[in-house]
């Protein structure tokens, strides 16, 4: 009984030491960010689009929404860069930088239209704060991972549009199916 106690009591005196020594390099693994929007906006763009539009889906629907950001970066249709195009949608000038006729247009503040961009999270008029550390962490892998290393790139096959399956736009019906992944249907130009 005796042996069994002081055999428990180093097995726990190791793991804790392990665990002390180990704790240096995962420093808390979750909340580190792989990359800042000052160091890298344009994955920061793009995770911030795959956890506020597939956050919630399984990898295979978040690669596919960043590979659909990533074949309208390639469609002369839409904007250049991922920024951009996540981005993009109708803007309006602030009311108070309006008012103030001496502004630079570089010092006047514009915010996009409510309910008119073409990823939703964007522009519907809640904050845009990461409340999940977890996902967050994962979208910003799925970002670096498509963009740099090129994984699961073309899983959408060349769709530029998608909707979640319990809306029905109106342009669906103007574009050809691709299939839907989670729950997102894809589309692209035919």
């Given at each position: 009984?005796?042996?069994t ?17 180990q704790a ?16 890298q ?16 889906e ?6 596919a ?18 920024c951009e ?7 309006k ?5 309006k ?18 961009c ?16 977890d ?17 699961m790139r ?10 979640a ?19 997102h ?6």
């Amino acid at each position: 009984m005796k042996s069994t106690i002081i055999w428990a009591l180093a097995v726990m005196t190791v793991s804790t030491a392990f665990a002390q020594t180990q704790a240096s390099t995962f420093i808390k693994p979750v909340q580190d960010e792989l990359f800042t929007e000052e160091r890298q906006p344009e994955l920061y763009c793009l995770a911030q689009n795959i956890y506020f539009e597939a956050k919630s889906e399984p990898l295979a629907g978040q690669y596919a929404v960043a590979d659909v950001v990533l074949n309208r970066v390639n469609d002369t249709r839409y904007p250049n860069t991922i920024c951009e195009v996540v981005q993009e949608g109708p803007i309006k000038e602030s009311w108070k930088t309006k008012q103030d006729t001496t502004l630079s247009d570089d010092e006047r503040i514009y915010y996009p239209r409510k309910n008119r961009c073409q990823f939703s999270w964007y522009c519907d008029g809640k904050a845009d704060n990461v409340r999940d550390s977890d996902a967050w962490r994962i979208a910003q892998e799925v970002a670096f991972r498509i963009v740099e290393e090129k994984r699961m790139r073309g899983i959408t096959e060349g769709a530029t549009h998608y909707h979640a399956d319990y809306v029905s736009p109106k342009w669906a019906s103007k574009i050809q199916l691709v299939g839907s992944i989670s729950t997102h249907i894809f589309y692209r130009w035919q």
